[in-house]
């Protein structure tokens, strides 16, 4: 079946250690986003890629970086990670067009010590 | 850039009644409305959609309506249940992306 996958689905790491997230699809669709949600708060998006562009959100910390080397694949970086970066991550995807339905990945919750 | 407003942020209803969700959004450009439910430590789930060229769209118990000269759209669940119980977020696209709703945490009491 055509999805999204995240992993790990459970990441704990430590104050100030880099963590990498990762999210793969079989949609082949070419924009794919990632989203922090914290415990009962809307999903927030941090950035997104259209194809190769990288498109930031404004008040998106310097702390998140990401990576997309191929249409499937895309990575969130957080270089250094404090107490309130730990949250559920959410990637989605979606095909560019006039009605976008975005399919979102499992998520992955991230703990930091 | 688009703002998107949801009310109310609880809601508790009686197993069997109906159930209504209220979102306004700010840029007239939107023109995609998707609903996702989402359960405790899982992923938002799409349930329902509507697009700017239609006024109405019903799926079984489910139902969402657009103004978009008011900038609303409503969420209706009719004939509640406690699987119906989680919280829902409305949202709507700005370009490419999508600014979604606070939510509104819905119980449904057996």
């Known amino acids: 079946d055509a999805m999204v996958i995240q992993n790990p689905r459970y990441q704990v790491t430590q104050f100030g250690k880099p963590v990498t997230l990762s999210c793969s699809q079989t949609?082949?669709?070419?924009?794919m986003y990632w989203y922090q949600q914290k415990s009962s708060q809307a999903p927030k998006l941090l950035f997104h890629?259209?194809?190769?562009?990288?498109?930031n959100e404004a008040d998106t910390p310097d702390n998140f970086q990401s990576r997309r080397p191929n249409t499937s694949f895309c990575f969130l970086d957080i270089r250094s990670p404090g107490l309130g970066d730990a949250a559920m991550y959410l990637c989605?995807?979606?095909?560019?067009?006039?009605?976008?339905?975005?399919?979102f990945g499992p998520g992955t919750r991230l703990t930091v010590l | 850039g688009e703002n998107v407003e949801q009310h109310p942020s609880t809601l508790s209803v009686q197993e069997g009644d109906s159930a209504v969700i209220k979102c306004t959004y700010s840029?007239?450009?939107?023109?995609?409305f998707p609903w996702y439910k989402q359960e405790l430590g899982k992923r938002p789930q799409l349930i329902i959609d509507?697009?700017?060229?239609?006024g109405e769209k019903k799926d079984q118990r489910i139902a969402v309506t657009l103004n978009k000269t008011a900038k609303h759209f409503s969420l209706h669940i009719t004939e509640t249940q406690p699987e119906d119980s989680a919280v829902y977020f409305c949202?709507?696209?700005?370009?490419?992306?999508?600014?979604f709703g606070p939510g509104t945490r819905l119980s449904v009491l057996p």
């Open positions: 949609l082949n669709h070419n924009v």
């Open positions: 989605a995807t979606s095909n560019s067009g006039f009605y976008n339905e975005q399919f």
């Open positions: 509507i697009r700017s060229n239609v």
């Open positions: 890629y259209y194809d190769k562009d990288f498109n």
């Open positions: 949202a709507a696209n700005y370009g490419q992306n999508f600014v």
């Open positions: 840029d007239s450009a939107s023109n995609y």
